[in-house]
Nanobody, 116 residues
Framework: VQLVESGGGLVQPGGSLRLSCAASRNIFSIYVMGWYRQAPGKQRELVATITNGGSTSYKDAVKGRFTISRDNANNTMYLQMNSLKPEDTAVYYC???????????WGQGTQVTVSS
């Protein structure tokens, strides 16, 4: 499966962005999809996940501000990011794991910069 992210950019603190992750195949049965991010000089960290049953989980630092969702009809996953902070600045990567035992598929990443 190929994944293509979009929606990144430069935004002021307190602003919003919506990231999209378009898949090359039907995502209805994909076990879990999610978003990681990597800031300069830091390790990649898990931000949010969503299962094929619709269960979601979030990194504590983004709870209440970010919302992950998936549109099975359009084979796209989203990350709505509100109340953005400078510490949210990173390259955001979407991933998909087809089953419990499969490897992750990755997108190419999209840059999010939060700065005044």
């Amino acid at each position: 499966v190929q994944l293509v992210e979009s929606g990144g950019g430069l935004v002021q603190p307190g602003g919003s962005l919506r990231l999209s992750c378009a898949a090359s195949r039907n995502i209805f049965s994909i076990y879990v999809m999610g978003w990681y991010r990597q800031a300069p000089g830091k390790q990649r960290e898990l931000v949010a996940t969503i299962t094929n049953g619709g269960s979601t989980s979030y990194k504590d630092a983004v709870k209440g501000r970010f919302t992950i969702s998936r549109d099975n009809a359009n084979n796209t996953m989203y990350l709505q990011m509100n109340s953005l902070k400078p510490e949210d600045t990173a390259v955001y990567y979407c991933y998909a794991r087809l089953s419990v035992v499969s490897n992750n598929y990755w997108g190419q990443g999209t840059q999010v910069t939060v700065s005044s």
